[in-house]
């Protein structure tokens, strides 16, 4: 419908815009009379007919927007690439320096943009292939500029043929003059040098051949000697930067003589590497690395030694006497002792420490359980004298039902000695040496706190038969008076004893009242009255020099043997035989 829209009006156009239009009018109008005969026919109103040719020229309309739409789109298109040509054109013949030459110009008076852009497209080729040409002159001439430059200064030259930073925009004639200028230059400084060159040889071969001698044996010779000695300087150095974590920066002032570690055929000395001057300034380096070393070291020493303490602490050793710090940094001063064998020697201290700590766990936490219930017997000791235990307060109540606690755990204490002196016995089985505790044997220190408890038991037994010799006493010494009639006929309910029983009782008591290490027993009384109960002498009890002090038994437990047998039993034999000699008195 739409082409045939465009063909009538075509043909109904007042004028033709080109000779195809004529012959498209032309070919429409056999068309457009077909169609009036239609309507005709069909018989249209005017009004339909005029509709109908309003829109044949709405359908011709937007084909032609349409076309016009499409056809600008491209002429845009041709115009951005024309630019974008131009642009580069530009920038090559100004970094080729015909930026005024008439042959690299776009023709702007061709009418079709087409026209213009092939143009621009084969001008633009050329200008790359003429850089590229230029480039390529560039980077030819500056290598070879920056190899004899590397000649003369006597440097190795690295094969670098990529572009400069600046090269690329600069590549004039003008540019490419200079460099070729620069480039003669070197060329007859080298020439010149080249000449001065031969004419030293030939003195220098000349001079050998008076004076006898190999002048290139010598210069090797010497050059090899020096060789060595920075290489001795070099090896120590390079060590010493790997012990101390060196930074790079302060490194890199050496890096030029740590190249005389290569292999010979990678070795490649730079200028002035072999003077005197490098190799007095590498010792010199060493040397101050080596006095650096030397206060680190110290440092070090001292941390793994407090390390090794530390350890040896938490076990109640003494760590090994020939590392203590005094010592080790006098070794250190005196250059006696390596550094690093040092360091070694304690590192050996601390993992055999360590592998016996782990071995000692297991005792050390009976150990621990051990002392805390000899710190709990000692505490029910100090409660059972304090008179105001059985107060009301809240404090009394609470110490009452630690005390009862107490009780429980000191009935454990001959088990918790029996399997730790096992446990022990058997450490020092598979160790085949002692198991120490604080510079003492621990299987000593047990054996010792088992007499002293056995000695306590015995005191006690002792005063537990005393209180009974006591009572039975009493009794009989009474029983008399009861039976014996008074001056009226009757009996004395408060008889007084006689002068000799009065006595015999205050024996008793002075016997009883002996004094004696022990704080247990020195509050008994050979009465009834102010003295302890029968409870309270039953309840167990130790001596202070016993289990309530176990932790002074592992701290010297040597002294354990002189305060153990510190009870008064002089005191406590006399009040026996006193009473047994009554006894069979009054019997």
């Known amino acids: 419908m739409g082409e045939v829209a465009a063909e009538l009006l075509y043909a109904m156009a007042p004028l033709a815009l080109s000779s195809g239009g004529a012959e498209v009018a032309g070919s429409c109008a056999p068309l457009l009379a077909e169609l009036r005969q239609l309507w005709g026919e069909i018989g249209k109103s005017r009004e339909e007919r005029e509709r109908m040719v309003h829109e044949l020229e709405a359908e011709c309309t937007r084909v032609y927007r349409r076309k016009v739409d499409e056809a600008t789109g491209e002429r845009a298109l041709l115009h951005q690439s024309l630019a974008a040509s131009e642009a580069e054109i530009a920038a090559l013949t100004a970094a080729l320096g ?142 010493l930067w790997d012990l101390m974590d060196s930074p790079v920066e302060e490194r890199r002032g050496f890096q030029k003589a740590a190249a005389v570690l290569r292999p010979a055929k990678e070795e490649v000395l730079s200028s002035g590497v072999l003077s005197m001057a490098s190799i007095k300034k590498t010792e010199e380096e060493v040397e101050r690395l080596t006095r650096l070393k030397a206060g680190r070291m110290k440092e070090l020493v001292l941390k793994r030694r407090l390390e090794l303490e530390n350890i040896c602490r938490s076990m109640h050793v003494e760590p090994d006497a020939s590392t203590v710090p005094e010592k080790s940094i006098a070794l250190i001063d005196s250059g006696l002792v390596n550094p690093s064998e040092l360091m070694a020697s304690i590192d050996d201290q601390i993992a055999k420490a360590k592998e016996e700590h782990q071995s000692r766990k297991d005792i050390m936490e009976k150990i621990n359980k051990w002392l805390l219930a000899c710190e709990e017997e000692k505490w029910l000791d100090e409660h059972n004298v304090d008179e105001n235990r059985f107060s009301t307060g809240r404090t009394a109540r609470l110490n009452l039902k630690r005390a009862e606690k107490a009780r429980v755990i000191i009935m454990k204490i001959p088990a918790i000695v029996d399997n730790l002196m096992s446990r022990t016995l058997a450490w020092e089985s598979e160790r085949k040496k002692p198991f120490l505790y604080d510079g003492a044997r621990l299987v000593a220190v047990l054996e010792e706190h088992k007499q002293a408890r056995l000695r306590q038991e015995e005191e006690r037994r002792r005063l537990r038969e005393q209180k009974k010799l006591r009572t039975l006493f009493s009794e009989k010494e009474t029983m008399p008076r009861l039976k014996r009639p008074s001056g009226s006929g009757g009996f004395s309910r408060t008889p007084e004893p006689s002068s000799m029983n009065r006595k015999r009782v205050d024996a008793g008591r002075l016997t009883c009242s002996a004094p004696s290490m022990r704080s247990s027993s020195s509050g008994s009384s050979c009465g009834g009255g102010g003295g302890r109960s029968s409870a309270e002498l039953d309840r167990p009890r130790s001596s202070a020099a016993g289990a309530g002090r176990c932790g002074e038994l592992l701290q010297g437990a040597r002294r354990l043997s002189a305060s153990s047998s510190s009870f008064n039993y002089v005191a406590v034999a006399k009040a026996g035989g006193s009473m047994s000699s009554s006894l069979a008195s009054l019997s």
């Open 98 to 239: 015909a930026e005024n030459s008439t042959q690299f110009k776009v023709n702007k008076w061709t009418v079709s943009l087409n026209e213009r852009v092939s143009s621009a497209t084969a001008l633009l080729e050329e200008l790359r292939a003429m850089r590229a040409e230029r480039s390529k002159q560039f980077s030819d001439i500056r290598s070879e500029i920056e190899k004899i430059s590397a000649e003369i200064a006597g440097r190795s030259h690295g094969q670098d043929t990529s572009p400069r930073a600046g090269d690329g925009h600069d590549l004039t004639i003008r540019r490419l003059g200079e460099y070729r200028a620069r480039l003669s230059t070197l060329q007859k400084e080298k020439s010149e040098r080249l000449h001065k060159v031969l004419e030293h040889v030939t003195e220098v071969h000349s001079l050998c051949d008076v004076l006898g001698e190999d002048f290139i044996a010598m210069l090797t010779s010497e050059k090899a000697k020096r060789a060595a000695m920075l290489r001795e300087a070099v090896v120590p150095l390079v060590e």
